[in-house]
């Protein structure tokens, strides 16, 4: 099944220009599957739906949660769509699998005290001049956008000259997006492409090949990873006096879409912003206010004592 998989993995990258962590995915949750349907001695041209199920049933008895069955499925769903329609199977065994319901959990957020104490913690935080204005910059691009991690992280360059009032960004899918920048975040970005222009200066001079990235790395993605950032924010949350466990780079996002909608801004126009294709995703962050509007009648009225 290695050999179909990685077929169906090149398809889904050329075919629905799917992001590198969805390719990703894909390949981690179809090994997984394949690996079940070995030690079961069954090829995936013979599986039946039952078998799906049982690896499904077999996962939720291993204490898998319900959004990495969901995910499983989802995996093995879009592989035997592919499997039929390139005629390695007669059918499709996968199409009539209900997943397992989801849980909407609310997501995680920042109060504005919160988000004004990690941008000055950021603004303060890193070994030199530069690193401190890149931390900052950062910081800023993320909640004045709420962009994605790995949109933010690879943002070329390019897209950034000139004193922008707007970024275009990459999306899931490729699908591109306008997004604005506040004026701390253009102050932050200027000088943060001062630092960056020094810095590639010097690389210019010894003939070393000058980044198309806004936050270069010399690691093989060329800009700063994922991974790097989200260990980056945990420091900086502790700087801050924060709560490190509960601050993400998605919290900052959540940030952003709350603190909008509390603003008075339209869903739909929020929805845009974040780059949701399905504005159900959206109204997740109605239910969040509502919260935060009960916690603060129930903390704060008077009749709310015992």
Not at 8 to 20: I, P
Request: a positive charge; aromatic letters at 8%.
């Amino acid at each position: 099944m290695e050999r179909e998989i990685q077929i169906f993995l090149e398809a889904a990258r050329a075919e629905l220009d799917s992001a590198d962590n969805t390719i990703l995915a894909y390949a981690r949750d179809l090994l997984d599957f394949s690996s079940h349907l070995s030690r079961k001695k069954t090829d995936f041209k013979d599986v039946s739906r039952a078998g799906i199920e049982q690896y499904l049933i077999g996962l939720d008895k291993a204490g898998f949660s319900v959004s990495t069955r969901a995910r499983r499925l989802s995996a093995v769903r879009q592989f035997f769509r592919f499997a039929y329609e390139e005629g390695w199977r007669t059918d499709n065994p996968a199409a009539q699998i209900k997943g397992p319901r989801r849980v909407k959990s609310l997501p995680k957020t920042l109060s504005e005290q919160q988000v004004d104490d990690l941008l000055i913690a950021a603004a303060g935080f890193g070994k030199s001049s530069g690193e401190i204005a890149r931390n900052s910059c950062l910081f800023q691009i993320l909640y004045a956008t709420g962009m994605r991690v790995t949109e933010l992280v690879s943002l070329p360059v390019s897209a950034a000259r000139g004193d922008p009032q707007m970024l275009l960004v990459k999306g899931k899918g490729g699908k591109e997006r306008m997004v604005p920048l506040s004026p701390p975040a253009r102050a932050a970005l200027t000088i943060w492409l001062d630092c960056w222009d020094a810095s590639e200066a010097e690389k210019h001079k010894t003939a070393r090949p000058v980044s198309r990235f806004l936050f270069p790395s010399r690691g093989k993605l060329g800009h700063l990873s994922r991974v790097r950032f989200y260990t980056l924010v945990k420091d900086v949350a502790l700087a801050a006096g924060l709560p490190a466990h509960d601050i993400t780079p998605h919290t900052l996002r959540h940030a952003f879409a709350t603190h909008l909608l509390a603003g008075g801004a339209d869903l739909r126009v929020i929805q845009t912003l974040l780059g949701h294709a399905d504005i159900s995703t959206t109204e997740i962050y109605t239910h969040v206010l509502e919260e935060r509007l009960k916690s603060l009648v129930l903390t704060h009225h008077p009749l709310a004592g015992d």
